[in-house]
């Protein structure tokens, strides 16, 4: 993002568990702030140093430990690449339960440390369930060794899955055990063009219906977003003619076990939604080949890419009821408009995409230059919009260092008591006291 920097001098890249403990209790020892770092792609300033913590690179933890192809279990360090791993497992016809735009740089501790949500959840589940066990070093260089690969194991709490999503407040991931489902034997993909965001909801409900099983992906992309991502080189652009009129766009991916099937389903789908009386969308343009399915899938996967190449980017990751996504994002616009800050100087595109079978919109404002008074205009304003939907502040993305302050519109003060609990009986110092201040700089300021 480059919103955030911190002025450290140090970077460690430790090669073994037992390096991440020696790190982690010495600065224990000395009250040394640490950043834990994996592919430094999260979104929200969570691995980057923003005073002049020590930062601890995972990166040369990248070996597999294990992979058995007959249950799809691989055990992974923490520092792999998740787009290496998806490689690996591919030639035993195996992928991986997650996929998201920063595949090429992302590592699977940091997915796991943010809980990336990303552009197969609807399929495969969150990694709450895809994750079967976690190596840990905690702060005081203790190594918690719940690296198993049972399916199921009730032997009490289920400790490992406090440290998913917990963005390195709790410890350091350094091992990864996850169940990879297997590869489809087809996959396919199309783009419809909606002539109103209206349809959006019934269009979702119809390919449910109609594709049920062999759905993979419904990701929604509106016109600013499709124009930034074309403009910016993200994929090849639909025709003049397809595109006309068109207020937004979805992206239907399905992943099956016979191409024959699959392709029948699509193109019945297709042929009903096209000719039924009031129909859904304007056309849809269905990848004929793999070249093609990348390029449908770039239009979407790049709209990060496009946006921070237009300018600079103002995120919102969150999750709101589906039928108010348009409403949030013209909202958005029109209170930038009445503060008098939507021209050239200031913001210049207002859009929303993501990730509609989740509720969950990405709604970015992007703007020539970050701005005291675009921020103003943007918070709390949006909060509150979450708020009253009770809906989430970061719906995928984590609280990192951005967020923390806005914590508590998505979480009550018995929730962040407890968060707070949890967190202190894990910083203990030796006197049994609460230590503050370590590990990932500012924490939420609640959960300190
Ligand atoms: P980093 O950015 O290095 O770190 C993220 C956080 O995790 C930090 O707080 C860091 O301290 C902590 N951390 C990292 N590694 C560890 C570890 N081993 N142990 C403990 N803590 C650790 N997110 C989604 O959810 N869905 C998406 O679809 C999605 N798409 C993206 C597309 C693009 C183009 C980009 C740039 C980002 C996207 N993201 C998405 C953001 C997402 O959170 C990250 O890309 C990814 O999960 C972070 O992994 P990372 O290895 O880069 O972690
Ligand atoms: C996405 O869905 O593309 C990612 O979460 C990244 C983003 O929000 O830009
Ligand atoms: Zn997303």
Redesign the pocket.
């Known amino acids: 993002m480059g919103r955030f920097r911190g002025s450290s001098t140090t970077v460690l890249k430790p090669k073994t568990t037992k390096q991440v403990s020696e790190i982690l209790k010495w600065c224990n020892e000395r009250r040394i702030g640490v950043?834990?770092?994996?592919?430094?792609?999260?979104?929200v300033g969570?691995?980057v140093p923003v005073k002049d913590e020590l930062v601890l690179s995972?990166s040369n933890m990248n070996q597999v430990r294990e992979f058995d192809p007959v249950s799809g279990i691989l055990v992974a360090d923490?520092?792999c690449i998740l787009q290496t791993l998806t490689d690996y497992v591919a030639p035993h016809n195996h992928i991986m339960p997650i996929d998201?735009?920063?595949k090429g740089?992302?590592?699977i501790?940091?997915?796991?440390?943010?809980?990336?949500?990303?552009?197969r959840l609807l399929r495969y589940g969150s990694l709450h369930g895809t994750v079967l066990g976690l190596e840990?070093v905690l702060p005081d260089g203790t190594v918690l060794d719940q690296l198993t690969t049972l399916r199921k194991d009730n032997t009490g709490y289920d400790i490992k899955q406090l440290?998913i999503g917990?963005?390195?407040t709790l410890?350091?991931?350094?091992g990864v055990s996850i169940l990879t489902p297997p590869a489809p034997q087809a996959s396919n993909n199309v783009i419809l063009v909606l002539p109103s965001f209206q349809n959006v909801l019934p269009l979702y409900q119809t390919v449910k219906r109609q594709l049920s099983e062999i759905l993979s992906a419904f990701e929604f992309i509106d016109r600013t977003a499709y124009d930034l991502a074309v403009k910016h080189g993200q994929g090849r652009a639909l025709s003049d003619e397809d595109i006309e009129g068109a207020e937004c766009f979805v992206l239907v991916e399905t992943s099956g076990g016979k191409r024959e099937h699959d392709e029948e389903k699509l193109n019945t789908l297709l042929e009903n939604l096209l000719e039924a009386e009031n129909p859904l969308i304007n056309t849809g343009v269905l990848s004929q080949n793999p070249a093609q399915f990348s390029s449908l899938w770039a239009l979407r996967?790049g709209v990060?890419?496009a946006v921070s190449k237009e300018g600079k980017p103002y995120k919102y990751d969150i999750s709101v009821p589906l039928s108010s996504f348009k409403e949030v994002v013209d909202n958005t616009r029109e209170h930038l408009r009445s503060k008098g800050l939507l021209h050239d100087k200031a913001v210049k595109h207002v859009l929303g995409y993501g990730?509609v079978g989740d509720g969950n919109l990405h709604l970015n404002i992007v703007a020539d230059s970050y701005l005291p008074e675009i921020q103003d205009a943007l918070e709390p304003y949006i909060y509150e919009v979450v708020s009253s939907y009770r809906g989430s502040v970061s719906a995928?993305?984590?609280i990192?260092y951005q967020k923390t302050h806005a914590l508590h519109y998505s979480k009550d003060e018995a929730s962040i008591a407890l968060m707070k609990k949890i967190k202190n009986a894990i910083f203990q110092d030796e006197n049994g006291l609460p230590v503050k201040f370590f590990i990932?700089k500012d924490i939420p300021q609640e959960i300190q």
Do not use: M, W, Y
């Open positions: 950043v834990p770092q994996g592919g430094n792609t999260g979104l969570g691995s995972l923490a520092g998201l735009g920063a740089s992302c590592q501790g940091g997915n796991v440390a943010t809980n990336a949500g990303g552009l840990v440290f917990a963005e390195g410890g350091v991931i350094t996967e990060t890419e990730h995928e993305h984590g990192g990932q």
